[in-house]
Nanobody
Framework: QVQLVESGGGLVQAGGSLRLSCAAS????????MGWFRQAPGKQRDLVAR???????KYADSVKGRFTISRDNAKNTVFLQMNSLKPEDTAVYYC?????????WGQGTQVTVSS
């Protein structure tokens, strides 16, 4: 079993920055990837960024050049540095861990960007 705990969300003005953290605990064997998804009210949950075991990354087109995903393997933590935030980035951000066909989710952290 895996537990994911997010932190770092909050309210920020457009153009500002936030850094999200996700600490993983439990069984850390054979993790394929970790990442961040977000869900705005009335919309589906979409991928924001993902980092694979080998270190490769993938970003949604809407955040490329503004967001950076990274990880600290020693602390089983993944980060999302969000710069140049826009009001359309407002959403609940969820940490995700992928192991084979199983996905684990955190409880989510709210990010609100005011114009």
């Amino acid at each position: 079993q895996v537990q994911l705990v997010e932190s770092g969300g909050g309210l920020v003005q457009a153009g500002g920055s936030l850094r999200l953290s996700c600490a993983a605990s439990g069984s850390m064997l054979s993790i394929d990837a970790m990442g961040w998804f977000r869900q705005a009210p009335g919309k589906q949950r979409d991928l924001v960024a993902r980092i694979w075991r080998g270190g490769s990354t993938k970003y949604a087109d809407s955040v490329k050049g503004r967001f950076t995903i990274s990880r600290d393997n020693a602390k089983n933590t993944v980060f999302l540095q969000m710069n140049s935030l826009k009001p359309e980035d407002t959403a609940v951000y969820y940490c995700n861990l992928e192991r084979g066909s199983v996905h684990y989710w955190g409880q989510g952290t709210q990010v609100t960007v005011s114009s």
